[in-house]
Nanobody, 129 residues
Framework: QVQLVESGGGSVQTGGSLILSCVAS????????IGWFRHAPGKEQEGVAC???????DIADSVKGRFAVSRDNANKTTYLHMHSLKPEDTAVYYC???????????????????????WGQGTQVTVFS
């Protein structure tokens, strides 16, 4: 069965960097899209970055210029590169997979997390000042 496993979370000081990894297994193809979401206590879940199998990406406005997303299809791993971290970036970060393989990142992907059929268990990121 499909599994997504995140790693790389931890505690970091304001202004620091972290790279989260998401390893996918169980897919019979590589044409799935990966989205990164985060959920902070008392806040709604938020999509932060998305990447297709062809490398098309979208970064949410709230993290644009600080976060980036990349993908290594050979190793079935997607990365969320987070820089200039702020306390408001504190959240549990999840990767999720959409097996429908859109050609480009759909404009509404952040508002439609239900299109992602598979989700990882999440990894905690804590940014302290």
């Amino acid at each position: 069965q499909v599994q997504l496993v995140e790693s790389g979370g931890g505690s970091v000081q304001t202004g620091g960097s972290l790279i989260l990894s998401c390893v996918a297994s169980g897919f019979t193809h590589d044409t799935y899209m990966i989205g990164w979401f985060r959920h902070a206590p008392g806040k709604e879940q938020e999509g932060v970055a998305c990447i297709t199998d062809k490398g098309n990406t979208d970064i949410a406005d709230s993290v644009k210029g600080r976060f980036a997303v990349s993908r290594d299809n050979a190793n079935k791993t997607t990365y969320l590169h987070m820089h200039s971290l702020k306390p408001e970036d504190t959240a549990v970060y999840y990767c999720a997979a959409d097996a429908d393989a859109p050609v480009g990142v759909p404009k509404t992907w952040t508002q439609n997390p239900a299109r992602f059929e598979y989700w990882g268990q999440g990894t905690q990121v804590t940014v302290f000042s």
